[in-house]
């Protein structure tokens, strides 16, 4: 079985860090890109970053660029990890993770597995 599922989540002031992590299980890094994606209530989800190993790419929408790192680890922890700094109040989402086959897609709904959904709360 596949399984995207790890300890993460929190509140945390303004301008603080917190360091997202989801495990990975049943799918290999080289066939499958991960992504961190979020969802404000009442607003669509919205992909905040990517990163795929096949071709070794990365993506980060503007809104996190600079303030947020994805990095993942497939020898020793297989997991995906998303380093969020310098977090701001709009930041507040419910952050997923998720995979989808080979290459990162913005396209939400093609996305294969998910994580279950943590939420992050960052205070002013």
């Known amino acids: 079985d596949v399984q995207l599922a790890g300890v993460w989540g929190g509140l945390v002031q303004a301008g603080g860090s917190l360091r997202l992590s989801c495990a990975v299980s049943?799918?290999?890094?080289?066939?499958?890109?991960l992504s961190w994606i979020r969802q404000v209530p009442g607003k669509e989800r919205e992909v905040v970053s990517c990163?795929?190993?096949?071709?070794?790419?990365?993506?980060y929408a503007d809104s996190v660029k600079g303030r947020f790192t994805i990095s993942s680890d497939s020898n020793t922890e297989n997991a995906v990890f998303l380093q969020m700094n310098s977090l701001k109040p709009e930041d507040t989402a419910t952050y997923y993770c998720?995979?989808?086959?080979?290459?990162?897609?913005?396209?939400?709904?093609?996305?294969?597995?998910w994580g279950q959904g943590t939420l992050v709360t960052v205070s002013s």
């Open positions: 998720a995979a989808h086959a080979v290459f990162y897609t913005l396209q939400i709904p093609q996305y294969h597995y």
């Open positions: 049943g799918i290999s890094f080289d066939d499958y890109a």
């Open positions: 990163t795929s190993k096949s071709d070794g790419t990365t993506y």
